[in-house]
């Protein structure tokens, strides 16, 4: 074989062995962007899903003052605590800092993992509790203290639902915006950082008299009496 044939088998061979390495960054490459689509999708889910109800708790993480005024209206308070949509756990955990057997329900599955981590790491995994939940589908019968970081579109449901499930001697501190109807026995903080504290033992009376009111027929009017 001449060294001309040398040459182009060699060129022939070279472009070959460049189209496969070519072939292996392709695959290579979609690999890795597939791969990545699959893990964002898998993280965004969890995120967008509760944007995708009717009525949801966004995650606004709770700044330094609110968890100090939530902490402060409760300070003389006992019994179990909950925290509806509990985010990173931060509620919970500074309650349970504090003497508290504290939970949280949150829908967001990527938020209780981080929250249960977190507990553990601050010493209080064995008096917090995380749970993945709907808010609309748990009884909150069994606490006496209730915090909300709520929204208003929810709040006049929530109303009903404390109402009836909440014994007589619980509290519930609302964070961010206040209950539409009910009257506040006080409030702490200012600005975005107000908390509102309601007795249940007064809401519960008021959600008792608006049943009454409803319940009873209006009277009717007296046919005039003879002349």
Partial sequence: MSQEELFLDSVAAGQVTEKKSRSNLGLIVTGLLGGSLVALYAVATPF???ALRKVCLPFVPATTAQVENVLRVLRVRTGRLVDIGSGDGRIVIAAAKHGFKASGFELNPWLVWYSRYKAFREGVHRST????SDLWKVSFAQYSNV???GVPQ???QLEVKLASELPSTAKVVACRFPFPTWVPEC???EGIDT???YDAKTFKTQLQNGMT????PEPKDKPDSPT
């Fill in 187 to 189: 409030t702490a903080g």
């Fill in 213 to 216: 009111r409803e319940m009873t």
């Fill in 195 to 197: 908390v509102w504290v």
């Fill in 147 to 149: 915090v909300i970081f």
């Fill in 48 to 50: 967008v899903t509760p």
């Fill in 129 to 132: 509790s995380f749970h993945i």
């Fill in 154 to 156: 929810m709040m006049d």
